[in-house]
Nanobody, 120 residues
Framework: QVQLVESGGGLVQPGGSLRLSCTASGNIFAIYAMGWYRQGPGKQRELVAAMPTGGITNYADSVKGRFTISRDDAKNTVYLQMNSLKAEDTAVYYC??????????????WGQGTQVTVSS
């Protein structure tokens, strides 16, 4: 059974920084991509950043130059470093991992979500 455990959300002032992390576990055979999505109040879930294995990293235009996604493949962990945070970054952030286990086909998995609130 695959589990994604997120951490690192919280309350931060405008201009501040936060670092999110997400670790995948559970008989993983291969990871094809890891990324972050977010859903703000009254909005649809949107892609923030994605990092395909061996591929090109993709960022939403609204976060380019401020957010950085990275991975530690030895730990099956993806990070999102968020700098120069703005009020409009307030959202629940979800980790997403495209992977295959030893016992199941390739599929998308989601973390439980972590709240990021940017406010003075």
């Amino acid at each position: 059974q695959v589990q994604l455990v997120e951490s690192g959300g919280g309350l931060v002032q405008p201009g501040g920084s936060l670092r999110l992390s997400c670790t995948a576990s559970g008989n993983i055979f291969a990871i094809y991509a890891m990324g972050w999505y977010r859903q703000g109040p009254g909005k649809q879930r949107e892609l923030v950043a994605a990092m395909p294995t061996g591929g090109i990293t993709n960022y939403a235009d609204s976060v380019k130059g401020r957010f950085t996604i990275s991975r530690d493949d030895a730990k099956n962990t993806v990070y999102l470093q968020m700098n120069s945070l703005k009020a409009e970054d307030t959202a629940v952030y979800y980790c997403n991992v495209d992977l295959k286990t030893w016992y199941s086909d390739r599929d998308d998995y989601w973390g439980q979500g972590t709240q990021v609130t940017v406010s003075s």
